[in-house]
């Protein structure tokens, strides 16, 4: 049973260049949940994707966007990189429109670097 | 703002001892609260999650407790392993869906 998958791991853009990350969710989830994780720190939520459609944000600009595909997989996009952006991010899956009290299941992100 | 945060950045514990990892958080809407593990290079794993129903939830060698009336959660962990170390975040969700991070807390265990 495959857990939540990410790609790619690792990926180094410049300042100004824009980025695609990749999500499969956890087999039997439908909901996919991004955070940015700066180093030392803890996860921060991005936004929440449900039947393809983004169900929360956070206090994130709108250079970060997303989508979600019919089999539930996620792309997370973000222009004009800046240097503050890099940081792991990471993918959530959880199952359910209730998604608040569902455990969310995650991958072991992508490392962005920006120079 | 309302924020989850944990009380100790770091905690270093003996192997075989018992670890006990604490969090407080503010948000007295939260109703949802889960524990995860993050080592180094990888993604949070899910450990145990607890309802505000609910005022301690037991799994394997670890124990969440709940206290709502101070607002403060807790990981305990039996037996503490080498590979109990790790960075251990506690979070909550209010009833908005989203997960809110501590800063954690890193976990050594001496040999």
């Known amino acids: 049973d495959a857990g939540v998958t990410q790609s790619p791991t690792h990926l180094i853009k410049t300042r100004g260049q824009q980025v695609t990350l990749r999500c499969s969710p956890k087999?039997?989830?439908?909901?996919v949940s991004w955070y940015q994780q700066a180093l030392g720190q803890g996860p921060q939520f991005i936004f929440q994707y449900y039947e393809e459609e983004e169900r929360q944000r956070g206090n994130f600009p709108d250079r970060f966007s997303g989508h979600q595909f019919p089999n539930y997989s996620s792309e997370l996009n973000v222009n004009a990189l800046l240097l503050g952006d890099s940081a792991l991010y990471l993918c959530a899956s959880s199952f359910g429109a209730g998604g608040g009290n569902q455990p969310q299941h995650f991958g072991d992100g992508t490392r962005l670097s920006i120079l | 703002g309302e924020s989850v945060g944990l009380h100790l950045p770091t905690l270093s514990v003996q192997e075989g001892d018992n670890s006990i990892i604490n969090c407080a958080y503010s948000n007295s809407a939260s109703d949802y609260f889960i524990w995860y593990k993050q080592e180094s290079g990888k993604g949070p794993q899910f450990i145990i999650d607890?309802?505000?129903?609910?005022d301690k939830r037991q799994g394997q060698r670890v124990t969440v407790l709940l206290n709502k009336t101070v607002k403060h959660l807790s990981l305990q962990i039996a037996a503490t392993q080498p590979g109990d170390s790790a960075v251990y975040f506690c979070?909550?969700?209010?009833?908005?869906?989203?997960?809110?991070f501590g800063a954690g807390t890193t976990v050594t265990v001496r040999a």
């Open positions: 607890i309802r505000s129903n609910m």
């Open positions: 087999s039997g989830h439908d909901t």
């Open positions: 979070a909550e969700i209010p009833n908005d869906y989203k997960l809110s």
